[in-house]
Structure formats: C-alpha cells, structure tokens
C-alpha cells in the first residue's frame, strides 16, 4: 500500500492542505479530471465513488490504487459519457493551465456537476510565482517578465498558461467562487530541505499554512490558489427555500 509520505516532501503538504481545505467526503460521486498519477483519487476513492479522467498515459504507469476508482484515459471528451449533473464534486487541480483552450473544459466540468456540487479548482497563482523567481531563484530576468503578463514554464508540463481567479466565472457564468484559498505561502522561503523531510516539522507548517489559507495580504502571495466554485442556481434556491 502506497503512503503520503513517499511523496516529495512539496508534495506532500501540498496534498495534505488541498485535501483538508475540500473536507471529508463521504458517500459522494466524484469526478478527478486530469488526475495525474491518481493520488487525489485514490485517497477519496476510500469513502466515495470517484471516476479519474487523465489524457496522458504515461502518468498512470505508477498510478495509485490501493482503493478502487474507475480510470478513463482521455481528454474533456470523455466527459461526453456522462448526463448532466452527474457528479457531487468535480476536482482539477493544475489542469487548466496546461490547455489553451481553457473555457470549453469549464464549461462541460459545469455541465456534469450537480446543482448542490462543488468543483475545486486549484491553479497556480502568478503573484507567487514572482516572488519564486525573485526572491529563491535569483532571477530578475524572469521575474519581470512574469510582471509584464509573460507565461511561465514548468518541468514536467510545459508552459504553465496564467488565467486570473475571476476568469472562470467569466467563461461559464452560471459559475461563482465560494471560496478562495492560498497553499504554499510560506513553504518555499524556508530553504533548509532537512527541515521540509521532518514530519513535525510538516504538521506545524500545514497548521500555519491553513490559518493563513483565507487572509487577503497572504493569500496574495500564495504559489497556488485554491478555488470552491458552486453554480449560481444554489443561491437562489437557497433564498426560496428561506423566504
């Protein structure tokens, strides 16, 4: 049985947050698109009924499954199988920017998500990303260039395409942000990778990182966002339902 703690130690807290911020999820019907290696699925995939969609199969060589979820190999197409309002929860984490042509993904991820359903988007932030550049990696060039609106890369992916937190309601408007998380704020600034492999050392940097998760001035400068969309017809139910 594979564990967290396999992962690299980034990883590792990385997961931890995103999955602590989603919450604990039970008996829900869940679609992970562009699941990656599986590891998010997986770990829902214990308590719930999770479908993974991934269009790259060389990440599934190593995929995790100690706990039963279906896997599809595929892109947004294979969302076609599905009716509408399928699915409880929608994850896609770190999808969006790798595809140029983002808004037809949100639309169909919208498309099969049901009325009291949440999707949790996580993407990278670029604010973040400059102070990487600038403060860990030394690299004004870059930094700068990140300032004037330029794309960024990433090792394994390719180039990371930036889009704005408030795009997504832009593109399908039907959708709105709940919730907006910062992850890895202070993470990366600490550089003693001894301290990043001691699991205590993990707990309280997880602790800090949450309380700080939902505070605008660190939020801002968080490496990645993590986004709760809902879809505008919960409100207005929720108001009939009050009056």
């Given at each position: 049985?594979?564990?967290?703690?396999?992962?690299?130690?980034?990883?590792?807290?990385?997961?931890?947050?995103?999955w602590k911020q989603i919450g604990d999820?039970?008996?829900?019907?869940?679609?992970?698109?562009?699941?990656?290696?599986?590891?998010?699925?997986?770990?829902?995939?214990?308590?719930?009924?999770?479908?993974?969609?991934?269009?790259?199969?060389?990440?599934?060589?190593?995929?995790?499954?100690?706990?039963?979820?279906?896997?599809?190999?595929?892109?947004?197409?294979?969302?076609?199988?599905?009716?509408?309002?399928?699915?409880?929860?929608?994850?896609?984490?770190?999808?969006?920017?790798?595809?140029?042509?983002?808004?037809?993904?949100?639309?169909?991820?919208?498309?099969?998500?049901?009325?009291?359903?949440?999707?949790?988007?996580?993407?990278?932030?670029?604010?973040?990303?400059?102070?990487?550049?600038?403060?860990?990696?030394?690299?004004?060039?870059?930094?700068?260039?990140?300032?004037?609106?330029?794309?960024?890369?990433?090792?394994?992916?390719?180039?990371?395409?930036?889009?704005?937190?408030?795009?997504?309601?832009?593109?399908?408007?039907?959708?709105?942000?709940?919730k907006t998380f910062g992850i890895r704020?202070?993470?990366?600034?600490?550089?003693?990778?001894?301290?990043?492999?001691?699991?205590?050392?993990?707990?309280?940097?997880?602790?800090?990182?949450?309380?700080?998760?939902?505070?605008?001035?660190?939020?801002?400068?968080?490496?990645?966002?993590?986004?709760?969309?809902?879809?505008?017809?919960?409100?207005?139910?929720?108001?009939?339902?009050?009056?």
């Amino acid at each position: 049985m594979k564990s967290i703690t396999e992962l690299p130690a980034w990883d590792r807290l990385f997961k931890r947050i995103v999955w602590k911020q989603i919450g604990d999820l039970q008996g829900k019907y869940i679609l992970d698109f562009g699941s990656g290696e599986g590891i998010t699925a997986n770990h829902f995939a214990k308590d719930n009924t999770v479908v993974a969609v991934e269009p790259w199969d060389e990440m599934l060589k190593n995929a995790w499954k100690d706990n039963n979820y279906r896997q599809i190999i595929g892109d947004v197409s294979a969302l076609s199988q599905f009716p509408d309002d399928a699915f409880d929860v929608v994850i896609c984490h770190n999808v969006l920017e790798y595809i140029d042509d983002k808004k037809p993904i949100v639309k169909e991820l919208a498309r099969v998500l049901k009325p009291e359903g949440f999707i949790s988007f996580v993407k990278h932030n670029r604010n973040g990303r400059i102070m990487q550049m600038a403060v860990l990696l030394d690299d004004f060039e870059k930094a700068n260039a990140l300032l004037d609106g330029a794309d960024s890369t990433a090792s394994k992916f390719g180039a990371i395409r930036y889009y704005e937190d408030e795009d997504i309601a832009k593109w399908v408007q039907e959708l709105y942000i709940e919730k907006t998380f910062g992850i890895r704020t202070f993470w990366d600034l600490q550089q003693n990778q001894e301290k990043h492999q001691n699991e205590d050392w993990q707990q309280e940097m997880m602790k800090l990182e949450m309380r700080v998760a939902e505070i605008d001035a660190f939020r801002e400068i968080a490496f990645f966002h993590h986004l709760i969309i809902k879809k505008n017809g919960q409100n207005r139910r929720k108001k009939a339902n009050d009056a």
